[in-house]
């Protein structure tokens, strides 16, 4: 089974090539991809470029049942409102910033401008063709179709905390510490 590419690997700043044909390397790409997620034991998402292929795909792992739904040559059609720092609700109601991670970013977490509602359409694999999918998604779901989206146009989360001047977090003995983004951005990872 593939490994999980760990930033800076050039591979997570391609932005990779619309998929044409369905072959073989494209059904043991997306197969190999659903087992890795699968795997995971925290991952929400993981795009084609975090196992290494210059593929333009992603998986989505269901919360519920854990299924991991496949996107190839995906796009959002629609955003509704505008991008803002997702919320969740924690103990006692109260309303806490939502921390993104990434499975090429060990331990670190930071809040992202995202799209709480969006129409995105893609290419799903049946059998030996590509069949056109479209569907609105709304919080988690939107939030992580777009990381992963940009993980397919070589945008990363932390570039998106930078740009936008969000917060960012490194995981230490399980407590969040807060952590310069611009050093682990320019290969300072520590």
């Not at 290494?52 to 059609?77: H, Q, S």
Request: proline share 3%; glycine share 10%.
């Amino acid at each position: 089974m593939k490994k999980i590419v760990i930033y800076p690997a050039e591979v997570l700043r391609q932005t990779t090539p619309r998929i044409e044909k369905v072959d073989g390397s494209l059904k043991g790409d997306v197969s190999e991809l659903k087992k890795v997620l699968s795997a995971s034991a925290n991952g929400a998402g993981l795009a084609a470029t975090q196992i290494g292929l210059d593929r333009r795909f992603f998986g989505l792992k269901d919360v519920k049942t854990k299924e991991v739904e496949v996107f190839i040559n995906p796009e959002i059609e629609v955003v509704f409102g505008e991008k803002v720092y997702p919320k969740i609700k924690v103990e006692g109601g109260k309303d806490e910033d939502f921390l993104e991670g990434c499975l090429s970013f060990p331990d670190y977490y930071g809040t992202v401008k995202r799209f709480l509602k969006i129409t995105a359409s893609w290419e799903e694999l049946i059998g030996e063709k590509l069949v056109k999918r479209k569907k609105d998604m709304s919080g988690f779901e939107a939030i992580v179709f777009q990381h992963e989206l940009d993980h397919l146009n070589g945008v990363l989360f932390v570039d998106r905390i930078l740009e936008e001047g969000g917060k960012f977090y490194k995981e230490v003995n399980k407590e969040m510490v807060v952590w310069e983004v611009r050093k682990v951005v320019e290969g300072e990872i520590g």
